[in-house]
């Protein structure tokens, strides 16, 4: 059995304050759960850690270290854009060094437009240099496994639940949060005939990381997590994550059973599985290092 973990410490004047936006708005598929695991691998360190829930209608402070933006529905999705956007705390929060984990609809929120519930195009926050159209067929349901990119290199390969029917397109500004072993993640851009040679997900700016993966994702990815805490706090102490390994290791061995001849997600599009560089054995190596 694991040591057992020091109880959490008590929240304070020097707690580090991770904001969850809107998950009333926002809170459709677990992705609340992140700023849970984002507190609570702080006070494991024992170090003080606070979650400020700000539900749709108040105001977004502007002061907090980190902010989790979650994935939802077309119009509550619309709602919390045009909300964000008349706020600007969310930019403000940015401009001062605070740091964003977004996910799904919350990804397409910080670019700088996506589809609204109306088919129209919508005006994002800007803080991520992409933009979201409406995908061709069906969605992207399933396992999505990505192997992370440059500005993400140091972790090992992830793993996360998509479900969404957008296309991302990265500007120039914008780097991607990792490549696509299994799954769709950022879609093949309009105009493509056939998708790209080495499809990507998310999108990363600085101190902004934005991803397709549900799960949620910083539960079934700790190094995640704790490369986003790192990002205000500095170097952390490592944690024992065994079990969270374990979980990890369980859905990496399921992304190929899902890509058999024939296989789709639960009613999304058809799931790719990349060969050039899926090898389980390989990726499970690596998550062990």
């Known amino acids: 059995m694991p040591p057992e973990r020091p109880a959490p410490a008590p929240a304070g004047p020097s707690a580090l304050r991770v904001a969850l936006v809107f998950p009333d708005l926002l809170g459709t598929y677990g992705d609340s759960g992140n700023a849970v695991?984002?507190?609570?691998?702080?006070?494991?360190?024992?170090?003080?850690?606070?979650?400020?829930?700000?539900?749709?209608?108040?105001?977004?402070?502007?002061?907090?270290?980190?902010?989790?933006?979650?994935?939802?529905?077309?119009?509550?999705?619309?709602?919390?854009?045009r909300e964000l956007n008349r706020q600007r705390s969310l930019h403000r929060?940015?401009?001062?060094?605070?740091?964003?984990?977004?996910?799904?609809?919350?990804?397409?929120?910080?670019?700088?437009?996506?589809?609204?519930?109306?088919?129209?195009?919508?005006?994002?926050?800007?803080?991520?240099?992409?933009?979201?159209v409406r995908g061709r067929g069906r969605?992207?349901?399933?396992?999505?496994?990505?192997?992370?990119?440059?500005?993400?290199?140091?972790?090992?390969?992830?793993?996360?639940?998509e479900n969404h029917g957008g296309v991302t397109v990265l500007g120039a500004d914008a780097e991607p949060f990792g490549y696509v072993l299994h799954g769709v993640g950022n879609g093949a851009p309009p105009g493509l005939p056939l998708p790209p040679a080495r499809p990507v997900d998310g999108a990363v700016s600085r101190r902004v990381w934005g991803t397709y993966m549900h799960g949620p994702?910083?539960?079934?990815?700790?190094?995640?997590?704790?490369?986003?805490?790192?990002?205000?706090?500095?170097?952390?102490?490592?944690?024992?994550?065994?079990?969270?390994?374990?979980?990890?290791?369980?859905?990496?061995?399921?992304?190929?059973a899902e890509a058999a001849p024939g296989s789709h997600g639960s009613g999304g599009a058809r799931r790719q599985r990349h060969p050039a560089r899926w090898d389980l054995r390989r990726v499970l190596d690596r998550s062990r290092r």
């Open 37 to 81: 695991i984002l507190a609570q691998r702080l006070r494991w360190r024992d170090q003080r850690a606070e979650i400020v829930e700000v539900r749709a209608g108040a105001a977004v402070p502007d002061s907090c270290d980190l902010y989790v933006v979650g994935g939802g529905e077309d119009q509550p999705q619309s709602l919390a854009a």
């Open 93 to 132: 929060a940015v401009e001062r060094g605070a740091a964003v984990l977004a996910v799904c609809a919350g990804l397409q929120i910080l670019g700088t437009t996506f589809v609204g519930p109306d088919g129209q195009e919508q005006q994002g926050l800007g803080l991520l240099d992409c933009t979201t």
């Open 139 to 161: 969605r992207a349901v399933g396992e999505l496994v990505v192997e992370p990119a440059d500005l993400t290199a140091a972790l090992p390969v992830m793993t996360g639940y």
């Open 217 to 256: 994702v910083l539960a079934r990815n700790p190094a995640l997590a704790d490369a986003i805490l790192s990002l205000v706090t500095g170097p952390l102490p490592p944690l024992d994550d065994r079990e969270a390994e374990i979980l990890r290791e369980e859905r990496l061995g399921a992304a190929p």
